[in-house]
Each structure stands twice: as structure tokens, then as C-alpha cells.
């Protein structure tokens, strides 16, 4: 080996083949690292369980609009195979099943049953879930942080988000003394929602109770008990079977001028009169950077569980009017979204 001199120090000099050869091989590995990453010509197979209906999942469009911000193009370099249960959770192992024999890359799970489900049919696949609101208290993941399994993802849990919506309720509806809280039993992760409410009740003299809703059939007898039990307003806890019955429990409450709460905006924008929580189409787009990372090499364990940092209050002036109601100008001046 020769030594040159560089800056009063000696270094050594490759001979010319050497180090033309060095830089040759350097050339040649670029491509060949980027090739592997890319893997050009593989087609991503993304599974998507859903606990609702083809026709209630319009956030699935902000999930698409996510993954094709990303690089993901359906037809492409990427399938997107759904599976809906048709509001009909006792379906949702069957579907996850199905997804797994089908070779899915990964799997989209949309609220606490489908993630269960999905988790009980494969612990290799990674699962990304979202609407999942207590992820640790239904055994989901180790914690937010540190998620030790297969599966990560958004979580709609946010410390007194849902005595904040109650709070929220007492303020534009002062004259209330009784709430119904109107949920899906069948979603056990919104089990924690429920409590905090009825905890939070008594500090706002609010006499507070649920009633559940696993099936349509349910609906009428529950709005007619809380109407019975003359109830001031409806809180809708909306899993993706609650927003299915959308239109239905909106109608009902209105001919019984019963005010409607709910956690996300969609419920307001149909004719609820407020809505406090995170956004839907935010979480179902961010689903998209969890899956991206992951087809990228990322470990579901070790990619920690977002909560929502940015909540949305919608106010239905509309509905408002048809109820007689004056919403506080203090309640609206906060409002991000007022619809006239």
C-alpha cells in the first residue's frame, strides 16, 4: 500500500483498480438498497374489518386519501380487501378469519370488536386499529407507549374527554336534570365512556343513565324510555353500529324534541344538536401512517398508540331552532364549526 501526503498527514492511497473497483460496487449498492425497500413490483394486500356497513364507512375515504398521499395506489402496488360485518359483531371473527387466510399484509380494525376479533384470528399479521377507546382495559395492547404485541394504532381515549362532553351539555342545556346515555353494550371499549359520565353526573346535578343499543330493534323502546323518564338530552355514544342507526335515532328524537349529543361531527351535521370529539376522517388518514410504517419494516410493539391531541365542537343551530333552544353565545364563540 502507498501513503500520500494530505496536510502534514500521511494517509493511505489506494491503488487505481482498487479503489476503481471500490467505487463501482459503491454505485451498484445504492440501487440495490433502495430496490429492496421499494420491492417494485409487489402489491400490497391491506385488509379492512369493519363492525358496520359498506355504506356507513365514508372515513374509510380519508383512510384511502392517506394511503394515497403515501404512495399506496389501488390497482397499483396495492389492494385494499374490506370486510364488513353488517352491524352484526357475533360475524366479525369469521370475517378476521377470512382476512388471514387471505394473506393480508395488514389489517385496518375499525372499533374495540373488530381489533379483538382480528387479534384472535392471527397474533403475526399486524393489526392498526382506530375508535378504540380503552385499548388497555380491553387487553388490546401492554400500554400506549410500549404496545408489546401485534397491534398499534389510534385511540379515541383522552383523560375526561367524556365528562367534558358532559360539561359541554350542561352549559348549552342549563334547564337539564335527566340524560340518557344511548350506547352498544357489544362495544366494550366504550364501557369506560359510560362510567366516567355517570361519575361525572352528580357534580353537574345531572341524573345520568344508559340505556344499550346491540340491535335496531332496540331503538324505539330505548328512546321511549328515555322520554318516559323525561329525559333533557340523548347522549350517542357512536361506535360504527350506533352510526349506522343514524338517521333513525335523529328522526325519533325529533319527534320527541329530544336534543342529541354524540363524540364526532358527522352526528351533528345529520341533525344532532352538538358534537365533541376527535375527528374521524383525522384518525382514519393517520391509520395511513401506521400502515405505511409498517409495510416499511416497522414492529407493531414497537410503535406507540396515538390519543387525539386536537378535538372539534360542532354546534347545529339549525336543530337548535327547531328545539327552541338558545345555545349561549359563550358556547358558540368556542365552536369550531357552527351549522346555520
Not at 502507498?2 to 500521511?10: S, V
Not at 341533525?271 to 401512517?289: C, I, K, Q, T, V
Request: overall charge positive.
Amino acid at each position: 500500500m502507498r501513503w500520500m501526503a494530505y496536510r502534514g498527514r500521511k494517509v493511505a492511497r489506494l491503488p487505481m483498480t482498487r479503489l476503481v473497483s471500490t467505487v463501482v460496487l459503491l454505485l451498484l449498492a445504492a440501487p440495490l438498497a433502495a430496490e429492496a425497500q421499494q420491492q417494485p413490483g409487489k402489491v400490497w394486500r391491506i385488509g379492512v374489518l369493519s363492525p358496520g356497513a359498506p355504506g356507513h364507512s365514508a372515513p374509510l375515504e380519508a383512510f384511502r386519501q392517506g394511503l394515497r398521499g403515501l404512495g399506496y395506489i389501488e390497482g397499483q402496488n396495492t389492494t385494499i380487501d374490506e370486510r364488513f360485518a353488517q352491524d352484526q359483531n357475533d360475524r366479525l371473527p369469521v370475517l378476521a378469519r377470512d382476512l388471514v387466510q387471505a394473506g393480508v399484509d395488514v389489517i385496518f380494525a375499525i372499533n374495540t370488536p373488530a381489533v379483538l376479533a382480528a387479534r384472535q384470528a392471527t397474533t403475526t399479521i399486524p393489526i392498526v386499529m382506530t375508535r378504540v377507546s380503552d385499548p388497555i382495559g380491553a387487553g388490546l395492547v401492554a400500554s400506549l407507549a410500549h404496545p408489546g404485541g401485534n397491534i398499534t394504532g389510534l385511540t379515541t381515549v383522552s383523560p375526561e374527554l367524556s365528562a367534558k362532553r358532559l360539561e359541554l351539555l350542561h352549559e348549552a342545556l342549563p334547564r337539564a336534570q335527566r340524560v340518557v346515555i344511548l350506547w352498544n353494550p357489544a362495544n366494550t371499549g366504550h364501557t369506560a365512556n359510560v362510567k366516567e359520565m355517570e361519575a361525572a353526573g352528580p357534580r353537574l346535578r345531572l341524573h345520568v343513565s344508559a340505556l344499550g343499543v346491540r340491535q335496531e330493534k332496540d331503538l324505539s323502546s330505548a328512546i321511549q324510555t328515555a322520554v318516559s323518564n323525561r329525559a333533557g338530552a340523548l347522549v350517542v355514544i357512536d361506535d360504527l353500529v350506533i352510526s349506522s342507526y343514524q338517521s333513525r335515532i335523529l328522526d325519533m328524537a325529533s319527534k320527541h324534541q329530544l336534543p342529541v349529543i354524540s363524540q364526532f361531527r358527522e352526528f351533528c351535521e345529520a341533525g344532532g344538536l352538538m358534537a365533541y370529539g376527535p375527528s374521524n376522517d383525522e384518525m382514519f388518514r393517520r391509520a395511513a401512517f401506521f400502515i405505511d410504517r409498517i409495510l416499511k419494516g416497522a414492529k407493531p410493539a414497537d410503535l406507540p398508540v396515538e390519543q387525539p391531541t386536537k378535538f372539534e365542537l360542532v354546534i347545529n343551530m339549525k336543530t337548535a331552532r327547531a328545539l327552541g333552544l338558545t345555545i349561549p353565545r359563550a358556547l358558540l364563540l368556542r365552536a369550531d364549526k357552527v351549522i346555520e
